[in-house]
């Protein structure tokens, strides 16, 4: 179950749809590469697939919880939503404070990683992917720190060391 609220469609076809934040004006016929490597946040709804990103320079919070289906046994109920309080009412009296997030709050002022207050809900880090398919739920690297300059760079330093 997916809902946005910060999200408009980018382009769309009839195998799936990319939504981009409304706050930006993006130049036409980006690919998900092309947000990928501008770290630019985006929701990427296949027929097969959903892919959420949270960006890296400017990131979008996106929630998403993820629970065992309480009358099928191997499902899970996923639920993606750059609102929380959308997931809150979802999950209705299932909430409850996750105590290691309440712990790290009361120490640091705020939460650390990728949890939140509330058990079952996650906020998905910056530089990271959430994709749901048929194999289940996977957090992969989006961002990658590689670009030649910074290699080149690196590379030039250790030859004056």
């Known amino acids: 179950m997916i809902y946005l609220t910060k999200f408009i469609p980018y382009t769309s076809s009839g195998s799936h749809t990319l939504y981009v934040p409304m706050y930006g004006v993006f130049p036409e016929n980006l690919d998900i590469k092309d947000f990928l490597e501008r770290g630019i946040p985006y929701v990427y ?4 697939f959903i892919e959420a990103y949270a960006g890296i320079f400017r990131p979008e919070r996106i929630f998403y919880s993820i629970k065992p289906s309480s009358s099928q ?3 899970l109920n996923i639920i993606i939503s750059d609102e929380i309080f959308y997931i809150l009412e979802l999950l209705g009296d299932s909430v409850a404070i996750d105590r290691e997030a309440l712990i790290s709050f009361l120490e640091f002022g ?6 939140t207050l509330i058990r079952n809900i996650k ?4 530089g990271l992917i959430l994709r749901v398919n048929e194999e289940g739920v996977r957090l992969k690297l989006g ?3 590689e ?3 910074v290699k080149n760079l690196l590379r030039s330093s250790k030859k004056n060391l």
């Not at 705020?110 to 949890?115: A, W």
């Not at 906020?123 to 910056?126: E, I, K, W, Y």
């Open 45 to 48: 709804i296949g027929r097969d």
């Open 73 to 75: 046994g191997d499902e």
């Open 110 to 115: 705020k939460v650390l990683g990728g949890n």
């Open 123 to 126: 906020l998905l880090d910056a």
């Open 143 to 145: 961002f990658h720190y």
């Open 147 to 149: 670009f030649p300059q």
